[in-house]
């Protein structure tokens, strides 16, 4: 089997209602369908979301990588070649969006190809995972209500609280709001997305001692090296890395300078084959893991599920997989569907999601 | 003052002959001359180049980052108020070269409104830095000839040797004729560009120990974080850090890690503002620094003898600066010359340097 085209197709849907954190605001899914098509007929796809605070992509840049670098550079490689086709990707820097969608969309392929769902390739430890939602940036009744409407809707009660505000104590306010509305049994943990100063980090979380939080994720800057170390040292949580572990060297070095004890592995940055090799650095090193989300669509929110569900240590705690749910639409033929607070993988081939063409042809903007 | 536009003109002007090393290899620049007008008429100018094998920028990335990004975000501000630039400039990651000539160009602006040259605003160390050339892959021969001509032609007796090949003999065969024929006097120095793996950069060094090297560049990756430390403890030469050191966090994390002992300073990725602030992260924690080279054409090259001889440490050791000297043209009204080894700053205001109008219509490809 070899591949005959890589195709970036950029889209655009509104969100319902804009999600904003601290380092920046999503409205519009500017996102790009990656398609890979080989010579057996077998087609793969996945979502690249451009991410410029984050990673500096754009969706121009994303459509133009795919077109003049890996295009040309895939072309009549072997899918299977996994390993030669990372070497490849692995040239360039950077772009870590669609790198990581053409690697998922290569695992698409693989599965249709072997007539088995992606999950059950990559490790099927189980078929579903806890969803956690992110709630943006609001005020504690805005924070309240959403996440009643989403306990409610979803059955979800998990939640990954959008901080990292100046003054600090909006964030405390917000956090004991959704203690009290949502009762001592949900999940609740911390984004500040760098947003904090170290100082402010510190005060902030101990301030929230009572809370009963599992986690905090990106509390200052993560190249403020000596003072997020001490961030670290000081909490009596784990500390996820996400902005600042982007690739397994990146990974290993913040583990390794106690810069973080946990990380958040992103299928949207590390495709599956990347997010294999971070999975073995934290679980050999004794980090915790969490599936994190990139502000994905509902096919990078199947993609990180499928890789998630794989696995023991990814499973065992909630996965941020429901804001698909604040988009006004999406492209796939069979919309994803949170219930009881679950979601579950696709038992067919792949990923086992299909694209509806009429909607690609209305959301595309390059024609 | 206030900006009232950012221009990103992409151009292309050929090599004379290929440069290649272990990351890469250039044949054609594909620039951005960056362009930025102020309401009072002073216009700055700057180069941005598109290395995706160490920034993962395009060209294309960078004439979209400019026109969508930072040309909007950057209108009406004061030229003056670098930092509320550099916050605007910082909100993006990644792309670091198109924020780099941002930078430089409006330093020439203020260069420009101030009347006085960029070197002395700076710092006014000196006013001209010897001058390293950059000797690409080839055969002990090819590298031999090129030494001798850029020695002979512009009295040049520094080299960086573009190694981290397999087999290292190869590189070592190199180095040693270059040795041979350029004399003991001769400034000699390494660049792997991650090409080696822990263990040849390690014997392969040893190899050179008796030529009298002066610093290896990135012998190995820094993302095999143990294996780049056992390197560095293993090695009596500086070991600098060049592609890990892109910001002032990486800066910091990889010199408190070991991971390098000594940091190539890049105008062409940090600009001037942040340069500065990696000048005094370097010179506070006792780590060498040189003035590395981005392959830039002349106005980059400008721009980094400006900043270089502003500065005692910079200008200490030879630094890169004649890549340009293998481009077939270039955009300025008068060429820069490379005469008895060294290269001077212009004694005029900002950079020093004119853009010929009738080299930037044959070159542009924009039209």
């Known amino acids: 089997m070899k591949i005959t085209a890589v195709e970036a197709i950029p889209y655009r849907i509104p969100y319902v209602r804009p999600f904003g954190f601290a380092s920046g605001e999503v409205r519009v899914a500017d996102n790009v369908l990656v398609r890979i098509v080989t010579d057996e007929g077998t087609v793969g796809h996945a979502e690249a979301v451009a991410r410029p605070y984050t990673y500096g992509e754009s969706q121009v840049s994303i459509v133009a990588a795919a077109r003049d670098w890996f295009g040309p550079a895939l072309m009549g490689a072997d899918p299977f070649a996994r390993e030669r086709i990372q070497a490849v990707l692995g040239r360039t820097a950077g772009n870590h969006t669609v790198r990581g969608a053409i690697d998922v969309a290569l695992w698409d392929i693989l599965g249709r190809a072997l007539g088995q769902p992606c999950h059950a ?91 009963g939080l599992t986690l905090v994720e990106e509390p200052c800057p993560a190249d403020g090296v000596l003072a997020r170390r001490w961030v670290v040292e000081q909490l009596s949580l784990p500390v996820v ?10 990974v290993a070095r913040q583990l390794l300078d106690r810069s973080c004890t946990a990380v958040s592995i992103k299928v949207a940055r590390t495709g599956f084959t990347e997010s294999l090799r971070i999975l073995g650095l934290c679980e050999g090193l004794g980090a915790a893991v969490v599936m994190g989300n990139q502000v994905d669509g509902m096919l990078g929110t199947l993609a990180s599920v499928t890789f998630g569900a794989a696995f023991r240590s990814t499973s065992a705690r909630p996965g941020e997989l429901s804001n698909f749910v604040a988009m006004a639409d999406d492209l796939l033929t069979e919309p994803l569907e949170i219930s009881d607070g679950l979601l579950k993988v696709r038992e067919r081939p792949g990923l086992g999601a299909d694209i509806d063409d009429d909607k690609l042809d209305h959301y595309r903007i390059d024609r």
């Open 121 to 211: 390739l990559l490790g099927g430890y189980t078929t579903s995972m806890r969803v956690a939602h992110m709630v943006g940036f609001g005020t504690p009744e805005s924070a309240v209500e959403e996440a009643l409407a989403v306990r409610h809707r979803h059955g979800v009660t998990a939640f990954k609280v959008k901080v990292g505000r100046s003054p600090w104590r909006v964030d405390v306010d917000t956090c004991r709001a959704l203690r009290a509305a949502l009762g001592p049994d949900a999940d609740l943990y911390l984004d500040a997305n760098r947003g904090w100063t170290a100082e402010e980090a510190v005060a902030a979380v101990t301030a929230m001692a009572d809370l």
């Open 241 to 250: 890395g996400d902005e600042s572990c982007t690739r397994p060297g990146e």
